[in-house]
């Protein structure tokens, strides 16, 4: 299956990522001009108050706005509006559904260039759901803080394979994604239920370690208990 017959779409929830929302679109039409590909890129502005929206129309995208404050209800909502409800969807074998492939990322991170081409190369090898890496966007010249996180990160890396699950990277069939019923309306955590579903019901999860994201080092992110919390323990 080449990249060129597969049709693609990307979810992109956002609240209030004026300031970073450009330069996340941006990385993905260079991502999607390496692949020679024209994928569908939805932003979900969740509860914005500035003018997140207006960036994410302006760059090309479509744009959804819902008022849910709520991470997984906005990955959700993102394909909802692509396949309509996860309980209407219809039959998850079919032909069109094994082509299209879904992915996500944060409105806070960059993908590499080689993001939509490796998501593509791992389905053609029968992945039915990707989930790869990140990476600290560039520091200061001496950073503690990435030392730190690197260190930790690099515990759940193994030869191969990793363990560790990001609504940052994440790809998956549409017939994967409606089989499972799609990402639940979770504050908190949305992308590990997902993949940990998928692995419970015997889909095929390619662990890759060739394409992490770049994502933020903010430690006030814009989900409570999420990465950037994690990040704000770790200042030195």
């Known amino acids: 299956m080449s990249a060129a017959s597969v049709e693609c779409c990307v979810v992109v ?4 990522e004026a300031e970073l929302i450009g330069r996340t679109l941006a990385s993905l039409r260079t991502a999607a001009a390496t692949a020679r590909i024209a994928p569908r890129v939805i932003v979900v502005a ?21 008022d849910a404050r709520n991470v997984g209800a906005a990955r959700r909502a993102g394909f909802e509006h692509l396949l309509g409800p996860a309980s209407a969807v219809g039959d998850p074998t079919d032909s069109a559904g094994s082509a299209l492939w879904l992915a996500t990322t944060d409105a806070d991170s960059t993908v590499p260039s080689t993001w ?5 190369a791992y389905r053609a090898s029968g992945a039915d759901l990707v989930a790869g890496t990140v990476v600290l966007e560039p520091g200061p010249a001496i950073d503690p803080l990435h030392e730190r996180w690197t ?12 363990h560790h699950i990001h609504g940052a990277n994440l790809g998956f069939t549409a ?15 949305e992308d590990v239920d997902l993949v940990q579903r998928a692995a419970a019901s015997g889909l095929s999860v ?4 060739d394409i992490p994201v770049a994502t933020s080092r903010r430690t006030h992110g814009r989900s409570p ?11 030195p």
Request: aromatic share 8%; glycine share 8%; proline share 1%.
């Open 13 to 16: 929830p956002a609240h209030d």
């Open 46 to 66: 969740d509860a914005c108050t500035d003018s997140t929206a207006v960036i994410a129309h302006r760059s090309g995208a479509e744009v959804v706005e819902i």
């Open 116 to 120: 939509f081409s490796r998501h593509l």
């Open 151 to 162: 260190s930790a990160y690099s515990l759940k890396i193994e030869a191969g394979r990793h």
């Open 175 to 189: 017939q994967a994604y409606r089989a499972l019923g799609g990402f639940s309306a979770l504050a908190l955590h």
């Open 206 to 209: 390619a662990w890759a370690l």
């Open 225 to 235: 208990g999420g990465f950037s919390d994690d990040l704000k323990a770790m200042v």
